[in-house]
């Protein structure tokens, strides 16, 4: 046989054995963990904490004997329940077996599902509880108890086939007494742990001969292209080695962005994600979806995943991004243009609007964890492949585009555009088929291709199967959000929005895109189009733009951070289109001043959009919150007044050239009309260097605070622990407390002294009953039509199914508690004592005004010397308060100063200057109020506290407790680095030290601490991306955690919302359940049984 005959078998065979294994391993068995809780467990009838991530398990089964009534009070208790009696909707969530004074009760997510007479059924020994819960229903009776002549009132069975009734287990919960008689008491719960598996060794033998094969289809094919003659083919072009002065321009923007540029808007979640794969078995999705996997997209978390276990740095887990934007400049710049035609190839302009295009694209959208940085290179190696086939008639780069094309693919629902670069070239790959038909035969030319664009299921099925990727999509589709395609339009609204979805930044590059492709498109259309230039590939290059806006309108969300994905191609548009309207190739000085237009036009567009950034990504950018502006001229205007003045030009050229010769239509006769300037690279420069500079200034200006370079700076010497080293904490304020100074030989009572002499309006109870301290209690926070909001001013549609949290537990649910210190029943913020924190408010006044002067405190040291680690006065207060922000601008309310004081040699204490605070809330909650040390008169070692209400209207009102002077230590000293701890998904990036709760098991670990975002974020965000409803983490912490807000700053920023520390206690203190592990081989279509999904 000769080797082009054997290729030929081979490249068949071995391709369709390719295709085959592919398409069979999800399908193949594999090894799944199994995880049961049984209890009462070795230590007796007591409590235990097992919350499962999926909320439901597959199957419980509890039986109780009635005659364990006994053992509770006369008035009744919990014989049973899978949630804390006092979590947040405990009824409506869990399963409740109680005993009231009358009768045994059975409540399923708040149905009275059985009832009968407590005095009878725990005297009868043959009476017992039995309920059982799966996925066909739900299904409880009274053993020992004739059902078939229930009493007046009784219900002894219950059937219902609804799987959404089984209940949520956080664990199992009970009142009666270690010592009661366990016999027969028993719960039983298959835990759900669908994703946690691994393949079975004919599985992993499969995938490991299914690649072989399909790597010999691939040699084997690249034997038969060589049949043509035309020997080997260069991989890479000529030179592509040599650097050139623009490549030291782009690498030196990739590389300060790297270090020093801002984060994306889903790099915690992604981070989160990653670091919790290994202990769950699989990509968790964590924050949302009751726990189903990312599959089959989302094989980037396995990357993170591996990369975090070298390193948690950001600099180290941000490298990916960074070396994908150097490919990305190498393809367009070695590969795409070039491509392109020997005038592109040729033009400057063109080679500097590739750079600045896919600069201003790729710095907002691409410098972090998002899939979309390796979308947008996948889909231009893609692009890059179908080129080198059509150029070559060879089939091998085409297969390799198919592979490359599937990977991306499977990265995100976005990667679709892949695909669009495979459809792109299919006409002439099809005529190179058919030429080569009689020679080479179809299937030796179409099987490797096949496998290799199959290939990735040997990646998604490498340890996962089919039925649990259906339910994870099922779930998925189910919580949302899922917008459709002819929703598209929702994704262009909220990039001309003034939030961080649509900034100048985020806007510009996208804008510029998309007048390149129209003008590219144009001019190919018109008869006379430019010489040189390669239609084909350009026509190709344009098809796989419009069919990524085809493709990506069908992607379930319309965040505007999928726009990142355009990077790559909009920088060859951009060389197409940079070449086409460049002064030496557009003669016509009317259509290069009318583009001119065009560009000041998407310029002014763009900065009419607030200068903002994600999260800690807005930390000293000028301009953050609005848009940039110059003595109070925005810079939109500008640019809009110049596109104006430059269109009236355009338009006077175009009356003007019709009396003109053609050598001043097409350079001029003026020495104004001879200054030849290209504004796609101009104007797409001026946007870069403008990013570049702003972060280049919020570096100096949070040169003492924290800034990206400072973190990674202190990250590339071994200090990765970023925002957690300069969040100061306040661990216990009870001790920070000042106390009252002795004055006179007198030293007034902790409760007189904040009062003083002269109180008037305020009083101990002067605080609405109903006062929330923190963004995780809102009224309205179940507004699901709400919009979702970022710091930085950014928002994001809520889906129609997000619910939020409504309550939360402890002080922060506001109301009354225990009497305090001065008679006051507020409930205090912070874990303040009632016992040692007075409290007084002017709400309720009668006249609407009051004013007090608190007696002196005693400050721990004089403002002459202070301590570096107390750098703060606070006061804990609620209500309107006249104070500053963080950017130094007045807000009105009513006056909270305080005033500082310096005790004489005789004791005699001579007041000194009054300072005004720095609030950071926006809302009437409890909060801190702050006063630097550093800014307080010399000498002073005393403080009182000045409060006047003069507002005279019933809503406006301030309520105050003493102040306080704290040693502050970092959020990594307080919480460390092995404590649980539920980090949001927006402040995970910056927090790589401390450890978020893990999965394992099916059962999500009980945390100690919770990491929140600012305030805004956090009720927009947080409580509703992750509430219960949707599957979401909070849906386990509100039912067995009570919330306390630690009060924290930002070091040497002290105005600045960094977001909030949360410590939490158990509501019913449990120790974490034993489990009894097992493995199980199932089938690719095992089905364990319908999920929980949405209205949980």
């Not at 419980?60 to 509770?72: F, H």
């Not at 994870?472 to 990039?495: M, N, Q």
């Not at 179940?782 to 930085?792: I, L």
């Not at 927090?991 to 098991?1001: I, K, L, S, T, W």
Request: proline share 7%; charged share 15%; with cysteine.
């Amino acid at each position: 046989m000769t080797t082009s005959k054997f290729a030929k078998w081979a490249a068949a065979v071995c391709g369709v054995l390719g295709v085959l294994m592919a398409v069979l391993s999800p399908l193949l068995p594999v090894d799944r963990t199994t995880s049961e809780l049984n209890w009462p467990q070795a230590r007796g009838i007591n409590d235990v904490a097992a919350p499962l991530v999926s909320f439901v398990p597959l199957t419980v089964d509890v039986s109780v004997p009635c005659a364990l009534a006994k053992d509770l009070p006369s008035d009744g208790g919990v014989l049973l329940s899978t949630i804390p009696a006092d979590g947040k909707q405990a009824s409506a969530r869990g399963l409740f077996i109680r005993a009231t004074g009358d009768a045994l009760v059975v409540i399923d997510r708040d149905v009275v599902i059985l009832t009968t007479k407590r005095a009878a059924a725990q005297s009868n020994p043959n009476c017992r509880i039995v309920f059982t819960g799966n996925g066909d229903g739900v299904h409880a009776r009274f053993d020992g108890i004739d059902a078939q002549q229930p009493a007046a009132g009784e219900a002894l069975r219950f059937d219902l086939p609804d799987p959404d009734m089984r209940p949520q287990i956080v664990g199992v919960y009970t009142d009666l007494p270690s010592s009661a008689n366990a016999t027969a008491l028993s719960l039983h719960a298959d835990i759900d742990t669908r994703f946690a598996t691994t393949p079975s060794t004919l599985k992993f033998w499969a995938i490991v001969f299914g690649i072989l094969m399909t790597v010999l289809s691939l040699v084997a094919l690249g034997i038969i292209d060589a049949r043509d003659g035309r020997g080997h083919k260069r991989i890479l072009p000529v030179g592509w080695w040599r650097p050139r002065p623009l490549d030291a321009v782009v690498f030196a923007i990739l590389a300060f962005w790297w270090i020093a540029g801002t984060n994306t808007s889903d790099d915690g979640y992604n981070f989160t994600v990653g670091r919790i794969t290994g202990n769950a078995g699989y990509a968790d999705n964590y924050f949302r979806y009751f726990g189903v996997p990312q599959d089959p997209f989302g094989w980037h978390f396995q990357v993170i995943s591996a990369m975090s276990e070298v390193s948690l740095a950001a600099p180290w887990m941000r490298l990916p991004a960074f070396a994908l934007g150097l490919l990305g400049w190498w393809l367009i710049s070695r590969e795409v243009v070039p491509r392109l035609g020997r005038t592109v190839r040729n033009s400057t302009p063109a080679m500097w609007s590739a750079a600045f295009v896919f600069l201003a694209i790729w710095l907002p959208y691409n410098n972090g964890l998002r899939p979309e940085p390796a979308e947008a290179v996948g889909a231009l190696l893609t692009w890059c492949c179908v080129e080198r086939a059509i150029a070559t008639r060879r089939l091998l780069p085409y297969a390799l585009a198919a592979l490359t094309a599937a990977f991306t693919l499977a990265l995100a629902p976005g990667g679709l555009m892949a695909a669009a670069a495979l459809l792109a070239g299919v006409r002439p790959i099809i005529k190179t088929i058919v030429s080569r038909r009689k020679r080479d035969g179809l299937l030796p030319m179409l099987a490797p291709i096949a496998a290799a664009g199959f290939a990735v299921l040997y990646q998604i099925g490498a340890d996962q199967s089919v039925m649990p990727l259906v339910d994870a999509y099922k779930v998925a589709a189910d919580v949302g959000p899922t917008l459709e395609w002819w929703e598209e339009p929702v994704r262009y609204y909220y990039l001309i929005l003034p939030t961080a979805d649509g900034t100048v930044a985020r806007r510009f590059g996208i804008l510029a895109m998309i007048l390149c492709l129209f003008v590219v498109m144009f001019r190919l259309m018109r008869r006379e189009h430019p010489n040189a230039i390669a239609r084909a590939p350009i026509w190709r290059l344009i098809a796989v733009t419009l069919g990524t806006m085809f493709f990506i309108s069908f992607t379930p969300t319309k965040w505007t951070h999928h726009f990142g994905v355009y990077a790559g191609i909009a920088g060859g548009l951009a060389a197409a289109a940079g070449a086409m309207m460049s002064p030496i190739i557009l003669r016509s000085r009317r259509n290069r001043t009318f583009f001119a237009s065009a560009m000041l036009t998407i310029t002014g567009l763009a900065f009419a959009g607030p200068n903002g950034w994600w999260f800690v990504g807005s930390y000293g950018i000028p301009w953050w919150d609005r848009p940039p502006a110059v003595a109070g001229l925005q810079f939109s205007w500008i640019f809009l007044a110049l596109a104006v003045i430059t269109a009236f030009v355009g338009l006077w050229y175009h009356f003007r050239d019709d009396y003109t010769d053609e050598q001043t239509r097409s350079v001029g006769s003026s020495r104004l009309s001879r200054l030849k300037i290209a504004p796609l690279p101009v104007l797409s420069a001026f946007v870069v260097i403008f990013m570049v500079v702003s972060f280049a200034k919020a570096a100096y200006v949070q040169r003492d605070s924290w800034s990206w370079l400072n973190s990674n700076a202190r990250a590339l010497q071994g200090n990765e622990c970023a925002l957690a080293n300069d969040v100061m904490v306040d661990a216990d304020p009870n001790v920070s407390m000042l106390r009252p100074a002795r004055v006179d030989a007198t030293t007034p009572s902790i409760a007189a002294a904040l009062a003083g002499k002269n109180s008037t309006g305020f009083t101990p109870e002067g605080v609405p009953t109903k006062l929330s301290i923190d963004a995780t209690e809102s009224d309205d926070s179940s507004d699901s039509s709400s919009a979702s909001s970022t710091s930085g001013g950014g928002t994001e549609p809520a889906d129609a199914n997000d619910d939020s949290s409504d309550s939360a537990s402890g002080d922060a649910a506001g109301g009354r508690g225990e009497k305090g210190v001065n008679g006051s029943t507020v409930r205090l913020p912070f874990g303040l004592t009632p016992a040692t924190t007075p409290v007084l408010g002017s709400n309720g006044s009668p006249s609407g005004t009051g004013s007090f002067t608190s007696d002196w405190y005693q400050m721990p040291f004089s403002t002459s010397k202070l301590d570096p680690d107390a750098p703060l006065l606070t006061v804990a207060a609620a209500g309107s308060v006249d104070a500053v922000d963080g950017i130094g601008v007045r807000h009105p309310g009513q006056q909270v100063t305080v005033q500082f004081g310096r005790r004489g040699a005789n004791g005699t204490i001579t007041p000194l200057r009054q300072m005004t605070p720095i609030d950071i809330a926006k809302t009437e909650i409890w909060r801190d109020l702050r006063f630097p040390l550093a800014d307080a008169p010399k000498g002073a070692d005393v403080v009182r506290i000045i409060a006047k209400d003069t507002s005279g209207a019933p809503t406006q009102w301030v309520a105050v407790t003493p102040p306080r002077i704290a040693k502050l230590r970092t959020l990594n000293d307080v919480v460390g680095q092995t404590d649980p701890v539920f980090i949001d998904w927006l402040p995970g990036m910056v927090f790589p030290c401390q450890q978020p709760m893990v999965v394992r098991n099916g059962v999500l670990e009980v945390p100690k601490w919770r990491i929140l975002p600012d305030a805004e974020a956090t009720e927009k965000n947080s409580q509703t991306w992750m509430a219960g409803k949707s599957g979401g983490p909070l849906g386990i912490t509100e039912a067995m955690l009570i919330p306390t807000i630690v009060p924290s700053y930002l070091r040497n920023n002290w105005g600045r919302d960094w977001g909030s520390l949360q410590s939490f206690t158990e509501i019913a203190p449990a120790p974490p359940a034993k489990l009894t592990l097992g493995t199980t081989r199932e089938s690719g279509l095992w089905d364990l049984g319908p999920m929980r999904s949405t209205g949980y």
